[in-house]
């Protein structure tokens, strides 16, 4: 499946391992995001039952220089998790500087595999329960078959983390790069095309789309290797909701949830109630189809996907025994911002308003990561709030802060 493009595309991340990252700086700062985050996987694709206790197998296929890996393997070693983490790229370059980020960490549960995701079933690496392929598919000659054979590394009850790029979120990338096609041809030296690239980002119109579009950023903050990856790789698809549903199942996948949920909910973003009526009457792919149209925002696309014959592993709010966990913030800042009756929550330039109930803020102080939901529903009765009470409202509570992927269940201990 080598062509052209390919080669180019090695060449590419040999002399610029993307993301561009200096191994110095772990010793400040874990890069954290999505997809592949500890709490989101557990959430999401196990549906907080699979026990905390139980060997993890995950795979970064294209793991690059390590974001996803570093953060996944430094989170289980913080809580204690076993298991392996398994990095897998072609770039000998982007090998080198994962290796070092882990090394500054002391990280021992990463294995570092050089080859390229094609060639798992040559590489005999076995199966995995986790598998992340983090702007991947949008750089490969076939994507179907790369995302085919991911499906077949998944053991079963197992699942993916994607990101692939979307396409208008990204208006003006594509402008560009046929641009520098034809001012930087692909066969030339990476380090001629950056320069040539530098010059026509200086001297572009204001009219040039990139610059109208303030929610692409790579070329301006990602270094040498963010402008490259941005406006000079060699091969670079977009996928529409639509499109990236279809590829999921013809690998034999179906969707768990985008990332952010509520995003890709286009009842949020349509006051109208005859809009609203409308909407309510579309499938989920057509309610996530028209957000992204109608958003104009999203550049990416974060998604979690299972094997399609295995059973859906949901999590449940309704167990009282389950104990959530907020991802990324305090439940003191947490309650602060419910404060108002409603949480305000921005994604790239769009600000949405959720409706909370009154007890709201109550409940979310309550949310330690250590507290069951029926310790925080037998808290707030014991305070006096009317056991319904607090019983519907704990529920709207997780409900939509579940949405912003802010408020998710822990794995289950054991």
Known sequence: M??????ALAAQYEAYPYPQRDPAEEARR??????????????????????AGRPLRALFAGGGSGDGAIMLAQ?????GRPGEV?????????????????????????????????ELPALGLGAFDYVDCCGVLHHLPDPAAGLAALARALAPGGGIGLMVYAPHGRTG????QDALRLLAPPDRPPPERLEVARRLWRHLPE????????????????????????????RDVAFTVPALLDLLAGAGLRPITFIEPVRYDAARYLPDPRLRERVAAMSWRERAALAEAIAGNMGIHILYAARAEDPPATPDWTDPAAVPVLREVTHGRMAEAAAGGALRVTFDGIT????????????????????????????????????ARAAADLAETCRTLEATNRLLLSAPAG
Do not use: C
Not at 38 to 46: K, N, P, S, T
Not at 75 to 79: E, F, K, R, S
Not at 173 to 176: I, N, S
Not at 207 to 231: E, F, M, Q, R, V
């Open 86 to 118: 398994v990095w897998l790229d072609r770039s000998a370059a982007a090998r080198r500087v994962a290796e070092a980020r882990a090394a500054v960490r002391g990280l021992s549960n990463i294995r570092f595999v050089s080859g390229s995701l094609l």
């Open 30 to 51: 874990l890069v954290i995001g999505s997809p592949s985050h500890l709490r989101e996987v557990d959430h999401w694709v196990f549906g907080a039952r699979r026990p």
């Open 173 to 176: 990338v594509y402008m560009l």
């Open 352 to 387: 949405l308003s959720l409706p909370l109930p009154r007890l709201a803020p109550a409940i979310l102080r309550r949310v330690d990561g250590r507290r069951s939901l029926g310790a925080i529903r037998d808290g707030l009765v014991a305070e006096g709030a009317e056991a």
């Open 207 to 234: 009219t040039a789309w990139l610059k109208k579009n303030p929610w692409i950023t790579d070329h301006l903050s990602g270094g040498d290797a963010g402008l490259y990856d941005l406006l000079l790789n060699p």
């Open 75 to 79: 989170q289980m070693a913080w809580a």
């Open 2 to 7: 080598t062509d052209a493009a390919d080669r």
